[in-house]
């Protein structure tokens, strides 16, 4: 089972507008990531934020993280056509150390 | 800085071949991670080395898949007699293994995407 998703497939938006990816994961972590990953690249990680905090900011990034309802938010403000990309929440697993990736969110910035 | 490279790129091969894809960690970097990425399943974990020993390889099929890491500076994962479900792209990752998984930043190479005819 999927310990770790994103809410949405895909979605799209206009350069410029701002966006926000939502993720939730069913397990007590010590952290939560998330990683970027453009066509034919990698993953990225692009913040990580540990379970004591609430939130990390990264450029026009922005990270929430909230324990009580076990979910994550990733919002990215003045979108460009370089944030298309899917992105991928990931977490790991106190009890056994292991590290999930959700199945990602396609983002499409349309210029 | 190179970050982790994967070669080949691209890898085609008949049903029933072997495959071995190569992946070269970050200097320094002590935990390597092999995972598999296809659209329907996304991405899986395969298995994961530090300083070279075999952690945790939960997530490899049991049958005709191995890895290995012979040195710190690369690691091989082998695919035997290849069936066409085993297409997709294989992602090697590293990081600096010295926090938790969860705590730790995994630097990903570019992937080999292989296709089994």
């Known amino acids: 089972s999927q310990l770790a998703e994103e809410n949405l497939w895909a979605l799209s938006v206009h350069e410029g507008e701002s966006v926000t990816v939502n993720c939730s994961y069913k397990t007590s972590i010590t952290a939560l990531q998330w990683y970027r990953q453009k066509s034919g690249e990698g993953p990225a990680q692009l913040i990580l934020i540990r379970s004591n905090e609430r939130e990390k900011r990264n450029g026009r990034l922005r990270a929430t993280l909230d324990t009580s309802s076990q979910s994550s938010s990733l919002s990215i403000t003045a979108t460009r056509c370089e944030d298309t990309a899917v992105y991928f929440c990931?977490?790991?697993?106190?009890?056994?150390?292991?590290?999930?990736f959700g199945k990602g969110t396609s983002l499409t910035v349309i210029p | 800085n190179a970050g982790v490279i994967q070669t080949p790129r691209h890898k085609v091969t008949g049903k029933g071949q072997e495959a071995t894809l190569w992946c070269e960690p970050i200097?320094?970097?002590?935990?390597v991670f092999w995972y598999r990425q296809t659209i329907v399943q996304g991405l899986e974990f395969l298995t994961y080395?530090?300083?070279?020993?075999?952690?945790?390889d939960s997530g490899m099929p049991k049958e005709r898949f191995s890895a290995q890491m012979p040195n710190q500076s690369h690691s091989t994962l082998k695919i035997q007699s290849t069936q066409p479900q085993d297409s997709a792209v294989y992602l090697c990752?590293?990081?600096?293994?010295?926090?938790?998984?969860?705590?730790?930043?995994?630097?990903f190479g570019p992937g080999t995407r292989l296709l089994v005819l």
């Open positions: 200097s320094g970097h002590s935990a």
């Open positions: 080395f530090r300083n070279q020993a075999p952690i945790d």
């Open positions: 990752a590293s990081s600096s293994g010295l926090g938790g998984r969860g705590q730790d930043t995994q630097y």
């Open positions: 990931a977490t790991d697993d106190t009890g056994y150390q292991n590290f999930y």
